[in-house]
C-alpha cells in the first residue's frame, strides 16, 4: 500500500460529494469511488465488512430506499440550503448564517452538525408549505405512531442519527438556542418552546451535559458550549443569561415515581395487602413534576431533548433475561415520564439524538430496527469517509487453525469457561493473577503494538499539539475478572507483602527496579467495587493531584450549584479521574491503561484511545458499536493546509480493537423464523435454597504429593507438553474496511526473553505449586534441585506445534506446566501417593444457586431440586431418572448437571486433558439420619471414555475432595459415586439398590 493512501475522501465541513462503492456482500470496493452522497439503505450495513478480497459485485440501490423518509428529507432540506433558506424568521435565518456561513469562525461546524439543525429547523418552519413538505410531516406522523388506540403514547418524536464524534451535544445546543432566541423575539408563535427538559440514560452523561447551561463563573473563557463553540451572534448576547432559568438537564430516573417511606400517604402503605403482597403505594406523578419541573409554568411549550434516545422506548415485550429486563424498566420509567409530562405541557417535539437509534434486543421490536422517526442519518460509514472519527482496525485472521475467524476477534468465547465468575461479596485473591493464556497472549501481542503508539507520542511530543499519552482499554465481564487483568496489568502485593510488579511496563503502576508505587499510576480499575472500597485515591494520590483536585472542585461547583465541595468523596475523585483521561491538566491526565467492566459503553468520550479489549460477552451488534465508539473520537481536527495534496481534509487516525465481535449486521428486520422453537428458561429459585441448594468442589485438577530430600526426574514414560501454536496465535492481522492497510500483532517482545528467565519462572511456581502451605518458607532449599528439573524438562520433554515458541510457557497457566513437570518427579519416587484437589483458585466451591440457561430441549419440572427444570439431553431418560430421585425418600435433593459448570478432570492417553460431566448430584439421607452427596452417572455400553472417567472419579477426584471436604463447609459431607447403567426401565430399582449399598441401610424401601 503507498504511504500517501488516504481512506478519507470526503471533509468534515461540507455535505459529502464522494463514497466508496459497495459491494453485494457487504464490504467496501475502496478502489472505486462514486460521485455524490450516499443514499440511506435500511438493508445496507450501517458499518461495512471486510473480507480477505474484493469482489467486483456492485450493489443496486432498491428503489425503495429513495422513497424512505430521510433520503426524501434530504433531498428537501439541500434544495432549501442552496436557496439560502427562504420562509422561516429572520432570527432562525440569523443564526443559520451566522453558524455554517461565518468565515471568521475559528473551529467550522461539522457538516453532520448542520444537516441535523437544518433538518429541525426545516421541519418545524417550513415543511408545511409545500406539497412534499406536508406529505413528509404526515409520514413522520404515522411512524410516530405506537398504540393506535390511544394517542397519549404516541408522542411527537424526532430522532437525529449521528455518528460518534460527530457532536451531538453541539447540536442539542443550537437546537435550543434556536427556540429560546426565537421565542423571545417571537412571544405569540406557538413553534417554538418556552422551556427544555434535556434528558440523559446515567450520571455520567448527565454531568457531560452540564455545558448547554450558562457558565456564569466567569464573564471571560465560558467554559458552556453557547461560548466555547462560538455560537451566539453579538446581537443576541443580552438576552442569554435568561437561558438557565428555563433549562433542566437530569437523568431519567428522576422520572421514576418514589416509594413512600417515612411520612407516608395513607396508612397502608408498605403493609401487606390480602394476596401477600407488599403495598408500595408511589408518590403521584404530579409530586415528579413538582420536584423536576417546579419552575417550569404548566400549559407553556417544552422542548424534549434525549441525549442516547434509543433508551427511551415503549416496551412491547417481557423478556427472561435478567438485563433486558432491567433495561425494559428503565426504558418504560424513561418514556412514560414524557408520556406523563405531554399531559401538563404542550410538547413542541421530544429530540432524540443518538449514534445507535435502534430498538435493543428484548423490547418487543425487530432487534436493530431503525426508530421509523429518524429524520436524518449521518452514519459511521460517512463519518469514517470523512474523517469524522478514527478507522478501527479489527482482527481479521491469523496462524491459529481456526476456520471462521481470528482468535484475538471474539476472546471471551474462547475463555469464557476459565474467567472467575462473580461473586457478591468480596474475595480473597490468590497470590498470581490466574488468567487464561490465551488472554495472556493476547495482552502481549496488543501492548507491542500500544507501544509503537506511545513511541510515536513521545517522539513527536515537543512537536505535537498532543500532551496526552495514547490509552488502552480493557473492558471486562465481572469484577472478579477485572481485578485479576488489573493485577497482571498493573503490578499487586502478594500474601507475603512482596510487591510484583506490572507484566506491561508502561502500566505497571510499580517502579521495576525497585518496586515502589508510582506517584503517578497510569493503569486505573474501575468498577462497582473500586467506586465503593477505593484504594486508589489515598493520602499520596490527593497530595500529588492537589492542583488538579482544586480544578475539579471549582469545575464541580458549575456542575452542582446545588452541593457542596465539602461533600466530595473518593468515589467521586475517581469518577473524575476516569471522566478526565486524556485531557491535560486534569486528574486523568497521567492514565494510559483502563480496566473496566461494562462502565465505558456510552457517555466517556476520551478523544486519545487507541486501544480497547474486550473480555466480555457482547450480546448485540449494538453494544459492540458503543463500546468500539469510545475509540473512535479524534484528537485532531487539522485540516491539510492549501497546496497540499487532499487540501481541506482531516489526515486519518487510527484505532485498535480486539475483543469486540462487531460483525457490521445490516439494519432493518429481523428475519423470523416461521416456527420458533419453545424456549425454557433453567434458573435456581431462590425461594427453595435453603432446603434444596447444592454445593460442590470445582477441581480443575490433582496434587500427588511425595516427598524426598533428593529430587530427581524421569521424563521418558511422561508425555510430551505440547505448545499450541494452531490453538493460540502468535500473529494477528489487523484490517479496516476502508483502507489495504493491514497491521500485525505479533509476540516479538516474547520471543526475546532470556531462557533463563523461564527456567526461574517455572521452577519458582513449581516451588508454590508444590508447597503452598508454607508460605514464608516454601522449602526453597529445593530449588537448585527443581531448577535442574526444569532445565531437563525443557530440553527433553516439549513438543512445538505450529508457530508456537519456547518462550510461550510463560503465558501457560503455571499448574499445568508444573503438574507435567511433578509426574515425571514422582516417576522417580517410592513413597505411597497423597492427592490433593486443585480448586479454581477464585471460585473453589460451585452451587446450583448460580445455574442461569436458556434451552430448546425437552425439560422436566422439579420439586426437591434447587432449579426449576431438568434438562433432557435424550428423549426419555433424564426425566425417568428426575421422576425416581423425586419419589425416593432418601433423596433430600438433586441438580441434573446443566448450565450447572460441575467438572471431573481426566487425563486421556497420558496427555488429554479432559473434562467429565456426571449426570446427577443427589444430597442422600443415611439411616444415621446424616447426609452424603452422591454423584449419579447413567451411562450406555458405548459411552466415550466410560472407563476412565469412572477411574478418575473413583481413585482421584473422590480421595482428593474427601481429604479436604472438612476445610470447606458447604461441602463438609462425605461425596461417593455410583454408576447405573443396563436396562433404563429399571433404573429406580437400580438407584434404590446403589443407595442402599452406598449408605449401609437395609431398610431403604421404609
Given at each position: 500500500?503507498?504511504?500517501?493512501?488516504?481512506?478519507?475522501?470526503?471533509?468534515?465541513?461540507?455535505?459529502?460529494?464522494?463514497?466508496?462503492?459497495?459491494?453485494?456482500?457487504?464490504?467496501?470496493?475502496?478502489?472505486?469511488?462514486?460521485?455524490?452522497?450516499r443514499?440511506?439503505?435500511?438493508?445496507?450495513?450501517?458499518?461495512?465488512?471486510?473480507?480477505?478480497?474484493?469482489?467486483?459485485?456492485?450493489?443496486?440501490?432498491?428503489?425503495?430506499?429513495?422513497?424512505?423518509?430521510?433520503?426524501?428529507?434530504?433531498?428537501?432540506?439541500?434544495?432549501?440550503r442552496?436557496?439560502?433558506?427562504?420562509?422561516?424568521?429572520?432570527?432562525?435565518?440569523?443564526?443559520?448564517?451566522?453558524?455554517?456561513?461565518?468565515?471568521?469562525?475559528n473551529?467550522?461546524?461539522?457538516?453532520?452538525?448542520?444537516?441535523?439543525?437544518?433538518?429541525?429547523?426545516?421541519?418545524?418552519?417550513?415543511?408545511?408549505?409545500?406539497?412534499?413538505?406536508?406529505?413528509?410531516?404526515?409520514?413522520?406522523q404515522?411512524?410516530?405512531?405506537?398504540?393506535?388506540?390511544?394517542?397519549?403514547?404516541?408522542?411527537?418524536?424526532?430522532?437525529?442519527?449521528?455518528?460518534?464524534?460527530?457532536?451531538?451535544?453541539?447540536?442539542?445546543?443550537?437546537?435550543?438556542?434556536?427556540?429560546?432566541?426565537?421565542?423571545?423575539?417571537?412571544?405569540?408563535?406557538?413553534?417554538?418552546?418556552?422551556?427544555?427538559?434535556?434528558?440523559?440514560?446515567?450520571?455520567?452523561?448527565?454531568?457531560?451535559?452540564?455545558?448547554?447551561?450558562?457558565?456564569?463563573?466567569?464573564?471571560?473563557?465560558?467554559?458552556?458550549?453557547?461560548?466555547?463553540?462560538?455560537?451566539?451572534?453579538?446581537?443576541?448576547?443580552?438576552?442569554?443569561?435568561?437561558?438557565?432559568?428555563?433549562?433542566?438537564?437530569?437523568?431519567?430516573?428522576?422520572?421514576?415515581?418514589?416509594?413512600?417511606?417515612?411520612?407516608k400517604?395513607?396508612?397502608?402503605?408498605?403493609?401487606?395487602?390480602?394476596?401477600?403482597?407488599?403495598?408500595?403505594?408511589?408518590?403521584?406523578?404530579?409530586?415528579?413534576?413538582?420536584?423536576?419541573?417546579?419552575?417550569?409554568?404548566?400549559?407553556?411549550?417544552?422542548l424534549?431533548?434525549?441525549?442516547?434516545g434509543h433508551?427511551?422506548?415503549?416496551?412491547?415485550?417481557?423478556?427472561?433475561?435478567?438485563?433486558?429486563?432491567?433495561?425494559?424498566?428503565?426504558?418504560?420509567?424513561?418514556?412514560?415520564?414524557?408520556?406523563?409530562?405531554?399531559?401538563?405541557?404542550?410538547?413542541?417535539?421530544?429530540?432524540?439524538?443518538?449514534?445507535?437509534?435502534?430498538?435493543?434486543?428484548?423490547?418487543g421490536?425487530?432487534?436493530?430496527?431503525?426508530?421509523?422517526?429518524?429524520?436524518?442519518?449521518?452514519?459511521?460509514?460517512?463519518?469514517?469517509?470523512?474523517?469524522?472519527?478514527?478507522?478501527?482496525?479489527?482482527?481479521?485472521?491469523?496462524?491459529?487453525?481456526?476456520?471462521?475467524?481470528?482468535?484475538?476477534?471474539?476472546?471471551?468465547?474462547?475463555?469464557?469457561?476459565?474467567?472467575?465468575?462473580?461473586?457478591?461479596?468480596?474475595?480473597?485473591?490468590?497470590?498470581?493473577?490466574?488468567?487464561?493464556?490465551?488472554?495472556?497472549?493476547?495482552?502481549?501481542?496488543?501492548?507491542?503494538?500500544?507501544?509503537?503508539?506511545y513511541?510515536?507520542?513521545?517522539?513527536?511530543?515537543?512537536?505535537?499539539?498532543?500532551?496526552a499519552?495514547?490509552?488502552?482499554?480493557?473492558?471486562?465481564?465481572?469484577?472478579?475478572?477485572?481485578?485479576?487483568?488489573?493485577?497482571?496489568?498493573?503490578?499487586y502485593?502478594?500474601?507475603?507483602?512482596q510487591?510484583?510488579?506490572?507484566?506491561?511496563?508502561?502500566?505497571?503502576?510499580?517502579?521495576?527496579?525497585?518496586?515502589?508505587?508510582?506517584?503517578?499510576?497510569?493503569t486505573?480499575?474501575?468498577?462497582?467495587n473500586?467506586?465503593?472500597?477505593?484504594?486508589?485515591?489515598?493520602?499520596?494520590?490527593?497530595?500529588?493531584?492537589?492542583?488538579?483536585?482544586?480544578?475539579?472542585?471549582?469545575?464541580y461547583?458549575?456542575?452542582?450549584?446545588?452541593?457542596?465541595?465539602?461533600?466530595?468523596?473518593?468515589?467521586?475523585?475517581?469518577?473524575?479521574?476516569?471522566?478526565?483521561?486524556?485531557?491535560?491538566?486534569?486528574?486523568?491526565?497521567?492514565?494510559?491503561?483502563?480496566?473496566?467492566?461494562?462502565?465505558?459503553?456510552?457517555?466517556?468520550?476520551?478523544?486519545?484511545v487507541?486501544?480497547?479489549?474486550?473480555?466480555?460477552?457482547?450480546?448485540?451488534?449494538?453494544?459492540?458499536?458503543?463500546?468500539?465508539?469510545?475509540a473512535?473520537?479524534?484528537?485532531?481536527?487539522?485540516?491539510?493546509?492549501?497546496?497540499?495534496?487532499?487540501?481541506?481534509?482531516?489526515?486519518?487516525?487510527?484505532?485498535?480493537?480486539?475483543?469486540?465481535?462487531?460483525?457490521?449486521?445490516?439494519?432493518?428486520?429481523?428475519?423470523?423464523?416461521?416456527?420458533?422453537?419453545?424456549?425454557?428458561?433453567?434458573?435456581?429459585?431462590?425461594?427453595?435454597?435453603?432446603?434444596?441448594?447444592?454445593?460442590?468442589?470445582?477441581?480443575?485438577?490433582?496434587?500427588?504429593?511425595?516427598?524426598?530430600?533428593?529430587?530427581?526426574?524421569?521424563?521418558?514414560?511422561?508425555?510430551?507438553?505440547?505448545?499450541?501454536?494452531?490453538?493460540?496465535?502468535?500473529?494477528?492481522?489487523?484490517?479496516?474496511?476502508?483502507?489495504?492497510?493491514?497491521?500485525?500483532?505479533?509476540?516479538?517482545?516474547?520471543?526475546?526473553?532470556?531462557?533463563?528467565?523461564?527456567?526461574?519462572?517455572?521452577?519458582?511456581?513449581?516451588?508454590?505449586?508444590?508447597?503452598?502451605?508454607?508460605?514464608?518458607?516454601?522449602?526453597?532449599?529445593?530449588?537448585?534441585?527443581?531448577?535442574?528439573?526444569?532445565?531437563?524438562?525443557?530440553?527433553?520433554?516439549?513438543?512445538?506445534?505450529?508457530?508456537?515458541?519456547?518462550?510461550?510457557?510463560?503465558?501457560?497457566?503455571?499448574?499445568?506446566?508444573?503438574?507435567?513437570?511433578?509426574?515425571?518427579?514422582?516417576?522417580?519416587?517410592?513413597?505411597k501417593?497423597?492427592?490433593?484437589?486443585?480448586?479454581?483458585?477464585?471460585?473453589?466451591?460451585?452451587?446450583?444457586?448460580?445455574?442461569?440457561?436458556?434451552?430448546?430441549?425437552?425439560?422436566?419440572?422439579?420439586?426437591?431440586?434447587?432449579?426449576?427444570?431438568?434438562?433432557?439431553?435424550?428423549?426419555?431418560?433424564?426425566?425417568?431418572?428426575?421422576?425416581?430421585?423425586?419419589?425416593?425418600?432418601?433423596?433430600?435433593?438433586?441438580?441434573?448437571?446443566?448450565?450447572?459448570?460441575?467438572?471431573?478432570?481426566?487425563?486421556?492417553?497420558?496427555?488429554?486433558?479432559?473434562?467429565?460431566?456426571?449426570?446427577?448430584?443427589?444430597?442422600?439421607?443415611?439411616s444415621?439420619?446424616?447426609?452424603?452427596?452422591?454423584?449419579?452417572?447413567?451411562?450406555?455400553?458405548?459411552?466415550?471414555?466410560?472407563?476412565?472417567?469412572?477411574?478418575?472419579?473413583?481413585?482421584?477426584?473422590?480421595?482428593?475432595?474427601?481429604?479436604?471436604?472438612?476445610?470447606?463447609?458447604?461441602?463438609?459431607?462425605?461425596?461417593?459415586?455410583?454408576?447405573?447403567?443396563?436396562?433404563?426401565?429399571?433404573?429406580?430399582?437400580?438407584?434404590?439398590?446403589?443407595?442402599?449399598?452406598?449408605i449401609?441401610?437395609?431398610?431403604?424401601?421404609?
Amino acid at each position: 500500500m503507498p504511504d500517501s493512501f488516504n481512506p478519507i475522501i470526503n471533509t468534515p465541513f461540507d455535505e459529502p460529494c464522494l463514497h466508496y462503492d459497495t459491494n453485494l456482500d457487504g464490504t467496501l470496493n475502496y478502489k472505486r469511488k462514486l460521485e455524490g452522497r450516499r443514499l440511506y439503505n435500511p438493508m445496507i450495513s450501517p458499518v461495512p465488512a471486510k473480507k480477505s478480497s474484493q469482489q467486483e459485485i456492485n450493489i443496486s440501490i432498491p428503489n425503495a430506499a429513495d422513497e424512505h423518509l430521510i433520503n426524501q428529507i434530504r433531498i428537501e432540506v439541500s434544495i432549501w440550503r442552496k436557496a439560502d433558506y427562504p420562509g422561516i424568521t429572520r432570527v432562525g435565518k440569523v443564526l443559520l448564517t451566522y453558524w455554517f456561513s461565518n468565515i471568521t469562525r475559528n473551529r467550522r461546524l461539522f457538516f453532520a452538525q448542520r444537516e441535523a439543525v437544518e433538518t429541525g429547523i426545516w421541519l418545524n418552519e417550513v415543511a408545511e408549505r409545500s406539497n412534499n413538505g406536508q406529505f413528509i410531516l404526515n409520514q413522520l406522523q404515522h411512524n410516530q405512531i405506537i398504540n393506535e388506540s390511544d394517542p397519549k403514547y404516541n408522542l411527537p418524536r424526532v430522532a437525529f442519527k449521528v455518528a460518534t464524534g460527530g457532536g451531538k451535544t453541539v447540536i442539542m445546543a443550537m437546537l435550543i438556542l434556536y427556540h429560546y432566541l426565537n421565542r423571545q423575539e417571537y412571544r405569540t408563535d406557538t413553534r417554538f418552546a418556552d422551556y427544555f427538559l434535556i434528558l440523559a440514560p446515567g450520571i455520567t452523561i448527565k454531568d457531560r451535559l452540564s455545558v448547554l447551561r450558562i457558565d456564569t463563573t466567569s464573564l471571560y473563557n465560558q467554559q458552556d458550549y453557547y461560548h466555547s463553540m462560538d455560537l451566539i451572534p453579538p446581537q443576541f448576547e443580552h438576552q442569554i443569561p435568561g437561558l438557565n432559568s428555563r433549562i433542566v438537564i437530569t437523568n431519567r430516573h428522576s422520572l421514576e415515581r418514589r416509594v413512600y417511606a417515612g411520612n407516608k400517604k395513607t396508612p397502608f402503605d408498605g403493609k401487606m395487602k390480602p394476596d401477600g403482597k407488599k403495598d408500595d403505594n408511589r408518590e403521584d406523578f404530579s409530586l415528579v413534576m413538582k420536584r423536576v419541573l417546579g419552575k417550569f409554568r404548566k400549559e407553556s411549550r417544552l422542548l424534549v431533548i434525549n441525549d442516547e434516545g434509543h433508551h427511551c422506548y415503549y416496551p412491547k415485550a417481557k423478556p427472561s433475561d435478567t438485563e433486558e429486563k432491567r433495561e425494559n424498566e428503565r426504558a418504560a420509567v424513561w418514556f412514560s415520564g414524557i408520556m406523563e409530562i405531554a399531559q401538563r405541557y404542550k410538547l413542541s417535539a421530544v429530540y432524540d439524538l443518538s449514534a445507535t437509534p435502534y430498538f435493543l434486543n428484548g423490547s418487543g421490536y425487530a432487534e436493530y430496527t431503525l426508530f421509523p422517526w429518524v429524520v436524518s442519518d449521518f452514519g459511521l460509514i460517512e463519518a469514517m469517509e470523512s474523517g469524522l472519527v478514527k478507522i478501527p482496525f479489527m482482527p481479521e485472521s491469523d496462524d491459529t487453525q481456526e476456520l471462521n475467524e481470528a482468535k484475538l476477534k471474539n476472546i471471551y468465547l474462547h475463555v469464557k469457561d476459565d474467567l472467575p465468575k462473580k461473586r457478591k461479596s468480596k474475595q480473597e485473591l490468590s497470590d498470581q493473577p490466574q488468567l487464561p493464556t490465551l488472554i495472556k497472549n493476547a495482552l502481549a501481542q496488543f501492548f507491542e503494538n500500544y507501544e509503537k503508539e506511545y513511541n510515536r507520542f513521545i517522539k513527536d511530543y515537543e512537536s505535537s499539539f498532543i500532551d496526552a499519552p495514547p490509552v488502552f482499554i480493557v473492558v471486562c465481564n465481572n469484577t472478579s475478572v477485572s481485578s485479576e487483568v488489573f493485577r497482571y496489568i498493573a503490578g499487586y502485593e502478594n500474601s507475603n507483602g512482596q510487591i510484583i510488579p506490572g507484566q506491561l511496563d508502561l502500566f505497571s503502576n510499580f517502579d521495576k527496579q525497585y518496586r515502589n508505587p508510582l506517584a503517578k499510576p497510569p493503569t486505573l480499575l474501575i468498577d462497582s467495587n473500586s467506586l465503593e472500597e477505593s484504594e486508589q485515591i489515598d493520602d499520596d494520590f490527593k497530595k500529588e493531584f492537589a492542583p488538579e483536585i482544586e480544578q475539579f472542585k471549582r469545575e464541580y461547583k458549575f456542575l452542582h450549584p446545588d452541593k457542596s465541595v465539602e461533600n466530595i468523596t473518593e468515589a467521586d475523585i475517581l469518577r473524575e479521574v476516569v471522566n478526565t483521561v486524556g485531557k491535560p491538566k486534569t486528574l486523568g491526565s497521567h492514565v494510559r491503561c483502563v480496566v473496566s467492566v461494562s462502565m465505558l459503553t456510552e457517555g466517556w468520550d476520551a478523544n486519545t484511545v487507541t486501544h480497547i479489549m474486550g473480555i466480555r460477552a457482547f450480546g448485540s451488534q449494538l453494544l459492540c458499536e458503543q463500546v468500539v465508539g469510545r475509540a473512535l473520537r479524534r484528537i485532531s481536527y487539522e485540516v491539510i493546509p492549501p497546496g497540499k495534496k487532499n487540501a481541506g481534509m482531516l489526515l486519518p487516525e487510527y484505532a485498535h480493537v480486539i475483543g469486540v465481535p462487531f460483525n457490521f449486521m445490516p439494519g432493518g428486520t429481523t428475519q423470523v423464523a416461521s416456527e420458533r422453537p419453545e424456549y425454557h428458561q433453567i434458573k435456581a429459585l431462590p425461594e427453595r435454597q435453603q432446603d434444596y441448594e447444592i454445593c460442590f468442589p470445582l477441581v480443575r485438577g490433582y496434587r500427588i504429593e511425595c516427598e524426598n530430600d533428593v529430587i530427581t526426574a524421569d521424563f521418558s514414560k511422561v508425555e510430551k507438553f505440547e505448545i499450541d501454536g494452531s490453538k493460540y496465535p502468535t500473529e494477528t492481522t489487523m484490517g479496516t474496511p476502508f483502507s489495504p492497510e493491514i497491521r500485525k500483532l505479533t509476540l516479538e517482545q516474547l520471543k526475546q526473553k532470556r531462557r533463563h528467565e523461564l527456567e526461574f519462572t517455572i521452577a519458582k511456581n513449581y516451588i508454590a505449586f508444590q508447597f503452598p502451605d508454607y508460605k514464608e518458607n516454601r522449602k526453597f532449599q529445593y530449588f537448585p534441585q527443581i531448577l535442574m528439573v526444569v532445565r531437563n524438562w525443557l530440553d527433553t520433554n516439549i513438543s512445538l506445534l505450529g508457530d508456537a515458541f519456547l518462550n510461550m510457557l510463560f503465558h501457560y497457566e503455571a499448574s499445568k506446566v508444573c503438574q507435567q513437570i511433578h509426574r515425571g518427579i514422582v516417576a522417580t519416587q517410592r513413597n505411597k501417593e497423597n492427592i490433593t484437589p486443585l480448586l479454581n483458585s477464585y471460585n473453589p466451591i460451585g452451587s446450583t444457586r448460580y445455574v442461569n440457561g436458556i434451552t430448546s430441549r425437552e425439560v422436566y419440572s422439579t420439586k426437591k431440586s434447587h432449579v426449576n427444570y431438568v434438562v433432557a439431553d435424550t428423549e426419555t431418560w433424564e426425566q425417568i431418572a428426575a421422576k425416581a430421585l423425586e419419589e425416593l425418600p432418601q433423596v433430600k435433593s438433586y441438580v441434573k448437571n446443566a448450565f450447572l459448570g460441575f467438572a471431573i478432570p481426566y487425563v486421556k492417553d497420558g496427555k488429554d486433558e479432559k473434562a467429565y460431566y456426571p449426570d446427577f448430584i443427589a444430597r442422600i439421607k443415611t439411616s444415621t439420619g446424616k447426609t452424603i452427596n452422591v454423584i449419579i452417572e447413567i451411562t450406555g455400553r458405548n459411552k466415550e471414555d466410560k472407563d476412565i472417567k469412572k477411574w478418575f472419579t473413583e481413585n482421584r477426584w473422590l480421595p482428593a475432595v474427601n481429604k479436604i471436604r472438612n476445610e470447606h463447609p458447604e461441602i463438609s459431607d462425605v461425596w461417593s459415586f455410583i454408576e447405573i447403567e443396563d436396562d433404563i426401565r429399571a433404573i429406580k430399582n437400580n438407584l434404590k439398590d446403589h443407595i442402599a449399598k452406598v449408605i449401609g441401610a437395609d431398610d431403604v424401601n421404609n
